[in-house]
């Protein structure tokens, strides 16, 4: 079943070209990953340290694998140096997906 990410993020002004580069590095090697799908960087146009990264996955397992790889923890350190507060994570699945389990069409 489909899994869509919604990983946000604060990070400290002045600092978006380094912060970009890291999540462009880490999406990059989750390019390479089993049930890798795609990706996007969402970045607020009022608030800009305000970042959002939208990833989806061929299940939730594969997401779950690569949220807990050892090379993924390295570039999390990394953007922790510029981040104001905790990562946030929300995982969901695939709406119609769900349905056609329940018997719903």
């Known amino acids: 079943m489909i899994a ?28 390479q990953q089993k049930g890798y799908i795609s990706g996007e960087t969402l970045m607020r146009p009022d608030y ?5 990264v939208i990833a989806t996955w061929q299940n939730l ?5 690569w949220k807990e790889n050892p090379e993924r923890h390295k570039f999390e350190e ?4 510029y981040q104001t507060r905790p990562t946030e994570y929300e995982e969901y ?5 769900m349905k056609s389990e329940a018997g719903e069409a």
């Open 48 to 52: 800009p340290q305000n970042m959002a």
């Open 93 to 97: 699945l695939l709406g119609s997906a």
């Open 78 to 81: 990394m953007l922790a140096i």
């Open 4 to 31: 869509k990410i919604i990983i946000k993020r604060r990070f400290v002004e002045g600092k978006t070209k380094q912060v970009l580069a890291l999540l462009n590095e880490i999406r990059s090697r989750a390019m």
């Open 61 to 65: 397992e594969d997401w779950l694998s």
